[in-house]
């Protein structure tokens, strides 16, 4: 494995010095292994969400290529697009 060498902050530095002395981890290297791991796991689920986006988007052109969608009155827009949000909550995109 490559030797790196890596500069922090001050900041940081304290930071990864009160998690250590919180428990749960004995040294630095712990703390900064951690954490990349945290931000590679970030990484994956933002690639993910970027995925699914991207199949809505598909979907949605298709099916407006095919005809199959519903025209909105403006009337009616804040109450379809509340419900929309809903549904996007629910399947947690």
Do not use: C, W
């Amino acid at each position: 494995m490559p030797t790196r060498n890596i500069v922090i902050t001050q900041e940081q530095d304290d930071f990864i010095e009160s998690v250590i002395r919180a428990g749960g981890y004995h040294n630095a290297d712990e703390v900064i292994s951690d954490a990349l791991d945290a931000l590679q796991q970030d990484r994956q689920q933002d690639a993910q969400k970027v995925e699914g986006l991207r199949k809505l988007i598909r979907d949605g052109a298709k099916a407006l290529e095919q005809g199959d969608f519903t025209e909105i009155d403006d009337a009616d827009l804040d109450r379809f697009l509340a419900a929309l949000a809903g549904m996007l909550r629910t399947r947690g995109t």
